[in-house]
């Protein structure tokens, strides 16, 4: 199983990881605005304003009082949100009449809101200098000697609820109750503006491109407290794609940018394939950004022409690590990559690491060292537009408790989407291990193995999930050379997501991870770089890094044929940027290809999450319920993005 990433605490030693990083071309920055006013970290301003004070013409200070009325806690917070002079108030404005213009702005910002919530017999009254602001002079002068104070008055009044809902035109045969229009529901404006657009969408899913609302009427009574409700929408012909124009690329190859979109002339137009379009050639990588326009008529032939428009990134970027830990000394990493290697998005990646710096007991003896070092390079659109070709050769020396291995290996192997959901994936491999394990020195292995995988994701976020599932399956029939030994593994994945909630803010999470190992007569004959243990921060946190595993009299760890692990997370948002996650994780490992369950491990913790635009930044505090003798009392797990 891999090594986690991140750093990790063990037992009751004082340890600690430092690390630094510098990556050229990367999204992350540090900036220290002039004169000290402002410093921000990766894109968060730590402390001082945006921007340098401005110099105000004719500054004007006020004061402003907001009285909300008998709004409830949440409309109050709203409407309190929504007032820009409230925002403001420490800001002069600019003369006199810049005081009336912001303050009849805020009104008709004020009753937007009201409207929102079905509030359409909201009043809403603001008062400068005492003065209702619709009898002021054009050019009124205030008394400066002190700030001049406003007043915003708000009666919310009732809510009102929809009454008659007619659709005309070509929605004339929808039903509007599966738009969320139906009598006695929510009027919002934020909901009719939403349904209407449903109304035009779902028109335009059946190949209609040029639809559009062309009226929307809404008629409040106030005896009632009601609001009828008409909405017409035109949806034009049925259109096919037209001519495919891309503009911007200029290392990038402009038909290349085309022939990955799999945006085709003749193809029946649909607004959900163009977004996808658009999401294919962002996470290419080569784009800081792509935009797919429509046309805003058809062309002579009754077709929809579609313009892709890019601008390119930096193709080239390289960056370096370091990092200390007080129980595995230092490290150094290191990598350089291409993103278009061959003017049509290859991506080249060459990278090395090297730990255990600082825990030599002689400079000149670097043989404890750990090494890491590859180049990976990836072709998308290989041979289809919905096909990737990945060929690899990696390089490592790993020395865990349980075994040392040198490892080199060489993968080829190419995926393909099925849908937008499911992919499947084939290829072949041949690894050469040297390891030293419970079994033996200096044992040698060349092992050829032909994996084959199925992964469906239908998660929402990769990085923050909060609904939908990821699956994996891989099948690995393999061979191994010196010993004639014919084995093979079955590893399967399943997360799921589920949200609860106000925008998800109780998320539950859980994983469950299976594998097993068939053939290969004694374990010794297989390399103990494919047998599976467990523990660590991508396993059962609270144990140390494969700790979790069978072991022989004398307790050295061989490794097993089978594992289950559970992870159980309740991701819980406090704030906007700050989350908990209590958690609890489960696994075994044992020695026979279906587990027996008689050493069941489980770790348990708790996390906290800081939001950013990258992903979360994660931090997972875990114990061992039920630790080994000398084993982790404690372990602390760091990294972006959340453990599964």
């Known amino acids: 199983m891999p ?14 990881r430092l690390g630094l990083a ?19 970290l990766f894109g968060f301003r730590l402390f001082g304003s945006d921007e340098a004070d401005r110099d105000v013409i004719d500054p004007v200070g006020y004061t402003i009082t907001l009285d909300t009325g008998d709004a409830d806690r949440a409309l109050k917070k709203s409407l309190e949100r929504t007032s820009l002079l409230l925002a403001d108030e420490e800001q002069p404005v600019s003369g006199d009449l810049g005081l009336v213009i912001k303050a009849r702005d805020d009104r008709d910002r004020l009753i937007a809101t009201l409207y929102e919530n079905a509030l359409y017999g909201g009043i809403v009254t603001v008062t400068i200098d005492g003065r209702d602001i619709d009898s002021l002079p054009p050019n009124p002068v205030f008394d400066r000697s002190r700030p001049v104070p406003v007043a915003i008055s708000i009666d919310p009044g009732q809510t009102f609820t929809l009454g008659e809902v007619r659709l005309e035109g070509d929605a004339a ?44 009427d809404v008629v409040a009574d106030h005896a009632t407290k009601t609001v009828d409700l008409t909405i017409a929408v035109e949806a034009g012909p049925v259109a096919p794609l037209g001519a495919v124009t891309v503009k911007g690329a200029r290392a990038v190859d402009s038909n290349f940018v085309a022939y990955y979109s799999r945006l085709r002339p003749g193809q029946t137009y649909s607004p959900e394939q163009l977004r996808k379009a658009g999401e294919r050639l962002r996470t290419l990588g080569v784009f800081s950004s792509v935009t797919i326009d429509e046309a805003e008529s058809l062309d002579p032939s009754g077709s929809l022409p579609i313009g892709i428009t890019v601008s390119e990134g930096k193709h080239r970027y ?3 690590g370091a990092s200390y830990s007080s129980l595995d000394g230092g490290g150094i990493e290191g990598y350089w990559g291409h993103r ?24 000149s003896d670097v043989s404890s060292l750990d090494y890491t070092a590859g180049i990976t390079f990836i072709k998308p659109g290989a041979f289809v537009p919905s096909g990737t070709l990945e060929a690899s050769v990696k390089g490592s020396t790993l020395k865990t408790d349980y075994y040392d291995a040198a490892t080199v290996t060489g993968k080829v192997s190419y995926a393909y989407e099925l849908t937008d959901a499911d992919s499947v994936n084939a290829g072949v491999s041949l690894a050469y291990d040297s390891i030293d394990d419970a079994f033996g020195k200096g044992k040698e292995y060349l092992t050829f193995g032909v994996p084959i995988g199925y ?6 976020n990769r990085l923050n999930a909060t609904e939908g599932h990821y699956g994996t399956l891989t099948l690995t029939p393999s061979y191994e050379f010196f010993g004639q030994t014919i084995f093979s593994s079955l590893e399967g994945s399943i997360s799921a997501y589920l949200g609860f909630g106000e925008e998800d803010r109780f998320v539950l999470a859980g994983r469950l991870n299976a594998g097993t190992l068939v053939g290969g007569g004694d374990l010794s004959a ?34 097993g044929r089978s594992y289950v692990t559970a992870n159980l997370e309740a991701r819980i948002n406090v704030t906007e940027t700050i989350g908990i996650v209590p958690f609890l994780d489960i696994g075994t490992v044992t020695d026979t290809s279906v587990p027996d369950f008689n050493d069941i491990k489980m770790g348990a913790g708790v996390g906290l999450r800081y939001m950013t635009p990258f992903g979360p930044l994660r931090l997972d505090v875990a114990v061992p319920l039920d630790p080994y003798a000398g084993g982790n009392r404690y372990a602390i797990y760091a990294g972006i993005g959340q453990s599964f």
């Not at 045969?173 to 209407?196: D, H, Q, T, Y």
């Open 3 to 16: 090594r986690p990433s991140g750093w990790i605490l063990p037992k009751f030693s004082h340890a600690f």
């Open 22 to 40: 510098l990556t050229v071309a990367s999204p992350f920055s540090i900036g220290i605005a002039s004169e000290a006013r402002a410093f921000e």
């Open 173 to 216: 045969g929808l039903n509007p109750e599966e738009f969320g229009l139906e009598r006695g529901g929510n009027a919002g404006s934020l909901v009719i503006l939403k349904s209407a657009e449903q109304i035009a969408e779902s028109l335009r899913e059946q190949g209609r491109p040029l639809t559009e609302v062309t009226r929307r």
């Open 318 to 320: 390289f960056g370096i």
């Open 340 to 363: 278009n290697l061959f003017g049509q998005a290859e991506s080249l990646r060459i990278e090395g690491s090297v730990r255990g710096l600082g825990e030599l007991k002689n400079v």
């Open 455 to 460: 992964v469906r994701d239908t998660r929402d």
């Open 526 to 559: 297989i390399p103990a770089t494919r047998r599976f243990f467990a523990g660590g921060g991508g396993s059962v946190r609270g144990y140390s890094f494969q700790e979790i595993t069978p072991r022989t009299a004398a307790g050295g760890g061989t490794g």
